[in-house]
C-alpha cells in the first residue's frame, strides 16, 4: 500500500493506535528517542563530512545530503508525534523531556566512536525496518496517522541504509570499533525502549489502567514477538559481513 505523510499535519493520535497499550506504548517510547538520536546522527556526519574535506563532487556528499534531509524531516514528524504523547497525558511530558537528553553522554565521544556509532544505529533501524515492512505484527499496516509515520519512516531508513556504513568504510573505521559500537548501540537502545515504555505504561496505570491487563498484553506481545526478533537477530548478524575501512 501506498503511504504518504503531510509531516505538518501529524499526528491525530487514537489513544492505543498500534492494537494494544503494550505495544503502542513501546513504539510511543522509540519515538520519544528518535528526535535527539536522529540529531546525534546528523551532527556527526555533518562534522566528520566537514573535518574529512569530502570532496562535494563525489556520491557519498550527496547521499549525506540526502540523509541529512530525510533525518530531519523524520525528526521534525516524531517532534509533533512526541509532543500530542505529552499533550494526551501531562505525566508523559516528563517521560518525554528525559527521553530528550538520551544522547548527551554520546557527543563526549571522539568522533570515529562517533561515526560507528551513527553506523550501528543505523544497522538497527534498517533492521527494525525491514521488519515493519516485510510483516504487520510489530506495527499495524493501516490509514491511522501514527501507522502511516512510522511506514514512510521505514521506507526512508530502507533508501538510505548504506549511507553511514559507508562514511565509516570512507573514514578508516576499522571492524573492532564497528562490532563494538553496535554491541554499545543494541545495550542503548534496548534499554531505553524497555525503560521509556516501562513508564508510559505506568502513566496508563496510574491513569486507570489495568495492571494485570496490562501484563497479560505485554506477554502476548513478547511471546507473539518471538519470529519478528528471530528475524531481527539475523539481520543484526549481517554486521559482521558489512565493510570496514
Ligand atoms: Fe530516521
Ligand atoms: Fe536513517
Redesign the pocket.
Known sequence: MTHSVDASSLPDRPRYWNRTCVRSRFFDALSLL?PPG?AFLIDTLEKWRARSALPADTALHAEIDRFIR??TA?RQAHERYNESLAAERPAMAAVAQRASRVTDELTRLGLPMQLALVAAFEHL?TVLAEEIGSHAYLIVDDESRPSRLWHW?AR??LGHRDVAIDAAACAGIGRGRLMLALLLATAYLATDVLRYTFALCRSDIRAGASRTAMLADAVRFAIGAVPSLLRMTRGWCRYLLAPAG
Open positions: 528518535l536522529e530525510e533525518e523524520h533501524t519512516h526512508e531508513e
